[in-house]
């Protein structure tokens, strides 16, 4: 009987899936376990695994396509099965581009399970953005004409219907409807028909307004469209709900970095033989969880009727993604940070900042962050304001260390000052309390021998 | 009809001709009301016909809604064909037991043994400054209630032809007419016809815009859609005429020409007319939308009396306007 292997559930939230990769094609044999395809949800891109053996009959599912749960990808023959008798079992003609309905027909419905951590396949999840993806001010969103502000692609019944008949991509049209909806007249345009109706259906109800319109926004001046990845859509999503939901505000200080950068030098000096390197970051993590541990409201989360106040105290550190592979950002995630010391605060953000650009993060290393850190001094930034990361209390955006003419002792000196600048959720902390963190997190850093015990 | 220039008559005249020839036709149909009679009736509807008819089939009641309709049941119950007039629909609301309770459900509860084929006719809707417990549209109202039909005019031409329908039928019928249309004169035919319910009527072709009505915003969807074409925009326009049975068909028929829909209806829209066609589009062709179904209906608010802000919270061709605008993504 054929086996039917359709878009698995593969987080809580999921409703459909990009299918990213293929890894195999009609024809191969597979074994249980193999891997099949990578899946993009909307917080990372996963591998999707077969539990069953047998020879891929039909693949259904176009590279690229969003697909809902539960719709069938692949159709997979099982041993002693021909391919066309797999395929005749589900109802699929042969030669039926990119059928994605779930057909029933006598095949034995199969949903690839999600990922579990006991599965001994080795799912390895290749995460690419989200949990706490979107903590930087500097990550806001383009946004799209093809998606609402919730990250879901608007189509109006009917210019669904068209697309499907004249197997269009709608990821490849442009939405003139409210919120970007995609509506007839952007699928006919996509397909080349009737698009000069299309383009003049605006003016002829309207003339007196694009006689005088200098410019007149039609589909084809808006210059390429780039499709959003889901990270993208992530951020987007997340960054507006938390700018317009949160009550921000902000607060500053200058913090004398001298001290810090030669303790820093020091301990460099003294553990290069060991291979170890601290940053300046390594410390800020480090001096933010203490410094959460005397005021721990910054450590809590808003719930509308009362405040969660986290048990752990676990800090996320934003990590810019290279623009090679698509940008973004994630926020990894240094659990009990305050339990640790700044030797394996050190080695765990390497770790899993390599790991960010690299193959990617698991749910779990971007989730549960309770305070986040972004720094951009890597890039000389004098000062800036982060967005707050929800469900996180605050964040902190951290400036360069910069030589500057500062006052020490009553005298004109040059010394390094870094600007620290937190963003808090007035819901939670008022602004005395953020002034009070600050002084606190100042203390440590300009004294930060206190950070070594 | 026929090539020669039909005369051309108004509404109350139409509404006349159909139960006079009924009753030339049919020695069981009568005319009950408050004023039909000696009057001539309060709107003139019935003007002459106590001289042909006399005073047993045209007949004088007190003001007693509820009294007369429940007279007339019992009359419909017992094999006779009667036409009661309410002056208007919003006076029948004293007699809301027997015309909800007792009419609709006696074939039904007697298990067939009693049929009660009456007519209830009169006014529906705004009657311009009636103030609010006198100008109610009962279709969203009454439309709710299994055992009725109700039929719903715009033209002289459609009320003859329904009203005949409506005296034949063997079901209670709920007829609403308009007192802003009495005077309304269209073509009406000398040769007898009949009208079937459940069966729109396309009273303006398009491609663009589907708009669906009932009643005296008909008129209202025309104006509009003449407008609309100045524009370049062609609207179909579709008559429902009967409420019960709907038309659906014709009007599937339509959105999935045209792609976009508007239903305009004079009841207030919290479950009205206009929602149960939406939904109905909704459930039948809903792959062939472009856009959602636009609703025009009166204001969620007691009808006011003042000129200004009644005519401010009616269907008009501003608002249909605007709705198919819309709808069509043009605004």
């Not at chain 2, 008909?218 to 074409?229: I, P, S, Y």
């Amino acid at each position: 009987m054929a086996i039917e292997i359709k878009m698995p559930r593969l987080s809580d939230t999921m409703e459909a899936g990009t299918l990213v990769k293929w890894n195999v094609k009609e024809g191969d044999k597979v074994e249980a376990g193999q891997v099949l395809a990578d899946i993009e949800t909307d917080k990372a891109t996963m591998e999707m695994p077969t539990y069953d053996a047998g020879r891929v009959a039909k693949i259904l599912c176009p590279v690229g396509a969003n697909v809902a749960v539960g719709e069938t990808l692949m159709i997979l023959a099982e041993e002693g099965e021909s391919i066309e008798q797999a395929v005749q079992s589900v109802g699929v003609g042969a030669g039926e581009p990119a059928a994605r309905e779930a057909k029933t027909g006598g095949a034995r419905q199969h949903e690839a399970r999600g990922i579990s951590e006991s599965t001994s396949t080795a799912t390895i999840m290749k995460s690419k953005s989200d949990a706490g993806a979107g903590a930087a001010s500097a990550a806001t969103s383009n946004g799209s004409d093809g998606e609402s502000a919730s990250g879901r692609m608007l189509v109006s019944p009917l210019a669904r219907r068209i697309a499907e008949e004249n197997d269009l991509d709608l990821n490849a049209v442009k939405g003139t409807g409210p919120q970007g909806r995609i509506i007839k007249r952007d699928v006919l345009a996509a397909l080349g028909q009737d698009a000069s109706a299309a383009a003049a259906a605006p003016s002829k109800a309207a003339p007196a307004l694009s006689a005088s319109a200098p410019l007149l926004i039609t589909p084809t001046n808006l210059g390429g469209k780039v499709s959003l990845s889901s990270m993208r859509q992530t951020i987007a999503r997340r960054l507006v709900e938390s700018k317009t939901t949160i009550p921000h505000y902000q607060v500053s200080v200058s913090v004398n970095a001298d001290p810090l950068l030669d303790l820093r030098a020091t301990l460099n000096e003294q553990l290069a033989s060991q291979n170890v390197k601290l940053s300046v970051n390594d410390f800020l993590v480090r001096a933010c969880a203490l410094a959460i541990h005397q005021h721990p409201h910054f450590n809590a989360a808003w719930k509308g009727d009362s405040l969660l106040i986290g048990e752990h105290i676990n800090v996320g550190v934003a990590v810019a993604l290279p623009e090679e592979r698509g940008g973004g950002l994630v926020v990894a995630t240094l659990r009990d940070a305050d339990r640790k010391g700044l030797r394996q605060i050190s080695a765990e953000t390497k770790a899993l900042a390599d790991k960010a650009r690299g193959k990617g993060l698991s749910l779990e290393e971007m989730a549960d962050s309770t305070f986040t850190i972004s720094n951009l001094g890597m890039f000389d930034v004098d000062f800036f304001t982060a967005i707050i990361n929800p469900p996180n209390a605050a964040i902190l955006a951290v400036g360069a260390a910069l030589k500057k003419p500062v006052v020490r002792n009553d005298e004109l000196a040059i010394g390094h000052e870094m600007a620290c600048t937190l963003s808090c959720d007035h819901r939670i902390i008022d602004g005395a309390s953020g002034a009070r963190f600050l002084q606190t997190l100042k203390g440590m850093l300009e004294n930060p021998a206190t950070l070594l015990v | 009809m026929t090539a020669v220039a039909t005369r051309q008559i108004q509404f109350r005249e139409a509404l006349r001709e159909a139960m006079s020839e009924e009753m030339r036709r049919d020695p069981r149909v009568f005319l009950m009301g408050e004023e039909v009679a000696q009057y001539q009736g309060a709107y003139k509807v019935s003007q002459g016909m106590l001289e042909e008819f006399g005073p047993r089939r045209i007949i004088d009641t007190p003001i007693s809604e509820n009294g007369f309709a429940g007279l007339g049941i019992g009359a419909a119950m017992m094999g006779l064909r009667p036409i009661i007039e309410f002056m208007s629909w919003s006076f029948s609301l004293v007699a809301a037991d027997q015309i909800l309770n007792n009419a609709p459900k006696m074939l039904y509860m007697s298990g067939g043994q009693f049929g009660c084929p009456i007519v209830f006719r009169g006014n529906d809707g705004a009657g311009g400054q009636l103030g609010s417990t006198h100008s109610w549209a009962v279709e969203g109202l009454f439309s709710n209630v299994p055992g009725l039909r109700i039929a719903i005019p715009s033209t002289p031409y459609d009320a003859k032809g329904l009203l005949k329908t409506a005296i034949r039928c063997d079901d209670p019928v709920f007829f609403l007419e308009s007192e802003r249309m009495l005077g309304n004169k269209g073509p009406v035919p000398e040769e007898e016809y009949l009208i079937a319910f459940g069966v729109a009527d396309i009273k303006r072709a398009g491609t663009d815009c589907t708009i669906v009505s009932f009643g005296r915003p008909v008129h209202f969807c025309l104006e509009a859609a003449e407008k609309l074409a100045a524009e370049g925009i062609e609207c179909e326009v579709i008559d429902g005429r009967t409420i019960r049975p709907l038309d659906i068909d014709t009007i599937i028929e339509s959105v999935k020409k045209t792609g976009y829909c508007v239903v305009v209806d004079q009841s207030w829209p919290f479950g009205s007319v206009a929602s149960e066609v939406a939904a109905q589009v909704y459930e039948r062709a809903m792959d062939y939308l472009d856009n959602r179904v636009y609703r025009v209906c009166s204001d969620d608010v007691p009808a006011p009396y003042s000129k200004v802000l009644e005519q401010a919270m009616l269907p008009h061709a501003g608002k249909i306007i605007e709705a198919v605008k819309k709808a069509t993504y043009l605004a």
